[in-house]
């Protein structure tokens, strides 16, 4: 669930951590995943927002930790507040080890359409403009 922030023009996926606490049942069972905001805060054109969802079993033993950071483009006027897990990772200054470049075809949007992604931004150069891309976007 996105913060109630004015402005916000798209959401986009921005990262993900995932730590096992312990193995899963290998019996199985019901889990709960129990979520909360962590923070949110101003980062270029809009705004970082992370939160936490653990997944534990009835008796709240967690299994699982996992920190998700999204990016709201366009979200304003609104004061940093929470923690950040996130790190900024300095981009080395030198040549990469090694580059693997892949063209796609022009209608792989539309395939990801077929299981079930019906984001604009994927697809409607409309919508990409309103939200600040120059075309519509493939997932990284």
Same mark, same amino acid.
């Given at each position: *669930?996105k913060?109630?922030l004015?402005?916000?023009? %798209?959401?986009?996926?921005g990262?993900?951590?995932? +730590?096992?606490? $312990?193995?899963?049942p290998?019996?199985g069972?019901d889990?709960?995943l129990?979520e909360?905001?962590?923070g949110?805060?101003k980062?270029?054109t809009?705004?970082?927002?992370?939160?936490?969802?653990?997944?534990t079993d *009835?008796?709240g033993?967690?299994?699982?930790r996992i %920190?998700s950071g999204?990016?709201l483009?366009?979200a +304003?006027n609104? $004061?940093d507040?929470?923690?950040s897990?996130?790190k900024?990772?300095?981009?080395?200054?030198?040549a990469p080890?090694?580059i693997?470049?892949?063209?796609?075809?022009?209608?792989?949007?539309v395939?990801y359409r077929?299981s079930?992604?019906?984001?604009p931004?994927?697809?409607?150069?409309?919508?990409?403009?309103s939200?600040?891309?120059k075309?519509p976007?493939?997932?990284g």
């Open positions: *669930k913060p109630p004015k402005g916000i023009k %798209v959401g986009l996926d990262e993900r951590y995932l +730590e096992m606490v $312990k193995p899963l290998k019996k069972g889990v709960i129990k909360r905001l962590l949110v805060f980062k270029g809009g705004a970082s927002v992370e939160q936490e969802t653990l997944v *009835k008796n033993d967690v299994y699982c %920190v999204q990016f483009v366009g +304003e609104f $004061k507040s929470g923690v897990f996130s900024k990772i300095t981009v080395p200054s030198r080890d090694a693997e470049e892949y063209k796609t075809t022009i209608n792989q949007a395939l077929l079930g992604d019906y984001n931004l994927h697809i409607d150069p409309k919508f990409a403009k939200s600040g891309s075309e976007i493939l997932h």
